[in-house]
Each structure stands twice: as structure tokens, then as C-alpha cells.
């Protein structure tokens, strides 16, 4: 109660709505549409009761329409949806039926209320190379800034968001918060789905939804900090277990995911590819649920640790895996058998190599230093591919910095080609007090990197060429904050080269 209170008192809630809509309308949290196809995309709602209300604890029926224009006299598909107390009333709608390479609108109405309107993009036709806009974004504490960011990506019309993982953050941290989550660390059902409609309130983050379709997979704090397959920092076993339940039940309600994406229990298959005709394809990866637990964790805690190879045999078992033997069969497979210009690996960490400036290196256990043999399985395949299936493009988060780098199968080995190159997205609010200063002797692979910004990675594709733009906000404590340019790199189609651009 304490909490939908302070979300209705939010001004710029109250700015974007009408003071009626914004006190009764059940569509407080938005619309979003999500993983296009050349005939369609999932849309998504979830009702919200009234404040002081409640929801009847049976399904609602919610109409929905998909239309041509935007003020919905072409209708292209039209159904109804039965919004479930056991989703929290949400709705996930696959619809069929469009046209290729086309944007749509859509609105929900239920309850006698109108939905705000979303505008989604089918996938280009197979055969297609319509250049692409996909805005990478990840990391967006609630209490650690405003989401400028996404007002700014909504303004930039991106084809598509590529979200990489914490959406939202089981708990409260950090200095100079500027809001609060107003509710103790996540650990039910419950506690998570609040925590979901607290940061879906923000009337930037509902913008950015409603303005492309989102492709979105999770990192960590979906859960929480730095968990590793069935082993939490804090717990594991059965009590861990449930609250992963409880967690990616919470997830799925509030992501415009496809149902082959619904948990069972504490497991969701959420990896996945999504085809943007000839011009590119995105793997979708989640190295979370199935990996093998970081390595040589401390006796006392699971979670990760700062090691070097002397201090732990396991990092360099060839038998640990950051993806679970099945996904990484599933990602070897669909590699092997694409041919598109750009194969885009989507994930939440950063893959590049990075062991400081200490000799010997050391090397932090949660991200893919922490899987140096699965890492160079998968880029020994990417070296090894023919160029016409695609030249490679890493896209990652979770270090809250802007990072570039040239990926190869041996660091150790400068002098060899490179087999893909890799962005990673700086967090839209999340802090972070690293000081990343070039060069890395060590890791001359890394070109680019600046941990002071936020803000999000724009990346546009045509056949020729990829360009991605660091964009950095001003001031991610101001709601109206700018942004602009930080740094911009280009790779030219079949060779996985950074060149400054
Ligand atoms: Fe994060």
C-alpha cells in the first residue's frame, strides 16, 4: 500500500498520464511487445488493480488488437486473452499473421479501460537485409538513477532493445540513491513481483517498451548476487531453489517472453535465437541457470571470488561450463548451420579476457574468465567458420562499463586473426566504482573501456558494416538528463576488426 502511494506520487507518472487514468486504470504498468518473427511478435500486459483495490482472484479477459496504423482504423489481427491470478494477471500473446519487416500498434483494453498504445516491428523477411537499430541495454537499479536512458532510446526509434540481463536488483545498495524500492531484500513470489511493478511504473522504462519490441534474457540479480546454477552467494539447496522459483515465475510474468519461455518450477528455458532475415541473427544465451558454480569458491559462501590459475586447478577444467552441456550443444549447432551477414551472441557478462595488470594475472570467477576452456570452445568454433555465415559480435553487460574488445580463441596470441569482436553495453543506472584505465598490458585485446559513464550501446547494422555508438548520459541522477557520443567503433562486414569510427 506504502508503495503504490509513493509510485501514484511520482511527477512524472502524473505528467504522462491523465490524473483520472493514472488513479483507475488497471494498465499502470504499461505494454510491451518482444522476440519478433517475419510474422509476428509477443505482446504483453499485466493488470494492476486500482490503488486501495483489488483484482478478482479469477481469470479477466483482456481484448487485444494489432492494427496497421496508429489510430487502429486497419486492424490486422485481433483475440482475447485470459489474464490469470496465477501470472499475476498477465497476458503473453503470440500473435501471427503480420507481414514481414512491417511495424504495428497495438492496445489491450479490459475492465472497461483502454491500454496506452505499443508499436512493435515484425523480424525482416528471411532473404531480407533491411539495415537494423538495436539499442543493448542492462543494469538498471531503481535506487541508483532515473531511467533518462530509456526515455533517449525511445526517442532514437531502435528497431529492437537487446536487454542483457538485471532488470531489476533483488536488493538495495550503493551510495547517493536518488528513490527507494521501499521493500527488504526479494525473496518470494511476492517481494519479487513488487519489485517487478515498481520498476515497470517508471514512465521512461514503459516508453522504451512501448516504443520497439524487446528481446531480453536475465543475468544475476533476477535472483540474486552472483548466483551460479543451484548455488546462491548465500544459500543453496532446496531453500535456494524456491527462490529461484519464485524469481523466474516473477520474470517471466513481467517480460514480453514467448510461452516456451514459462518456468516449470525453478526451470525456464529462456535461450533462444531470434532471426532478423539475412542481415543478422541473435543467440540469446543465459549463462546463469546452468552453469557449473563458480570456481574455487571460499569455504564459507558460494558466489565469486578474484583467483589466479596457481591458486585454482579448476580454472582451467576443460569440463566446466559457464552455459550447461545442453545450450552449448544448442549454440555450437545453430553456429554451424547459419549463413547470415552479422551472428549476434547475446549475453549477460563480458567475455573478453581481462587478468588486470598484476603478474601473474588474476582473474574474477563469475564471468567467462571464470570458464577460460568452455570460452575458447565457443571461439575456436567461430574462428574456424566459413566468413559467409557471419561475422561474430559479442554483446554483453554486467560489468556496468563500457568495454571493446577483439575476441580470440588464445589471448596469449595477439598476433592471430581475430575471431569476433565484442561490445559491451554500460548500465543505464547501476553504479559503479571501478577505475578502468588503458592500456592492459596483459590484455592488449581490449581496445576501449570507461566504467564512469551510464547509459546504453546503439549498434546499427547494414550489410556492409556495424556501428556501434557508446551513448553516455550526462547525469544519471537527473531525470532530464541528456546524453551523447562517448566513443564510436565500426566493423566491416567479414572481417571481425574494431577500427574507430
Ligand atoms: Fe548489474
Known sequence: MRRRTLLLAAPALALSLPARAAAATPFALGVASGDPGPTGFVIWTRLMPAPGGALP?????????????????????????????????????????????????????????????????????PGAEDPLHIAVANCQQYEHGFYAAHRHIAASNPDLVAFLGDYIYEA????????SHASPTARTLEDYRARYALYRSDPDLQAAHAACPWVVTWDDHEVSNDYGGEIGERERGAPFLARRAAAYQAFWEHMPLPRSARP?????????RIGLGSLAQIHLLDDRQYRHPQACQPPDRGGATRVTFDQCAELADPARSILGAEQEAWLTDGLARESVRWTLIAQQT???????????????????DGYQPARARLLSQLAARRRDQGTPLVLGGDIHAFLAAELRPDFDRPETPACA?????????SQNNARYALPFPNDP??????ASRRGWLSLRLTQRDAVATMMALDNPLDATSGASPL?????????PRLETA
Open 57 to 125: 482472484d479469477q481469470p479477466v479477459p483482456v481484448d487485444w488488437v494489432v492494427a496497421e496504423d496508429e489510430a487502429f482504423r486497419r486492424p490486422a489481427a485481433r483475440g482475447q486473452a485470459m489474464a490469470r491470478p496465477d501470472e499475476a494477471h498477465s497476458i503473453h500473446v503470440e500473435v501471427t499473421g503480420l507481414r514481414p519487416g512491417a511495424w504495428y500498434h497495438y492496445r489491450f483494453t479490459a475492465l472497461g479501460e483502454a491500454s496506452p498504445t505499443g508499436r512493435a516491428r515484425t523480424a525482416p523477411a
Open 172 to 179: 538495495s545498495w550503493g551510495r547517493n540513491l536518488v528513490r
Open 264 to 272: 516449470a518450477g525453478a526451470s525456464a528455458r529462456i535461450h533462444r
Open 350 to 368: 563480458r567475455m573478453a579476457r581481462l587478468g588486470g595488470r598484476q603478474a601473474p594475472p588474476v582473474y574474477w570467477t563469475d564471468g567467462w
Open 421 to 429: 569482436v565484442e561490445f559491451v553495453a554500460t548500465s543505464i543506472t
Open 445 to 450: 585485446h581490449i581496445t576501449y573501456a570507461d
Open 487 to 495: 566513443a564510436r567503433f565500426a566493423v566491416a562486414q567479414g572481417m
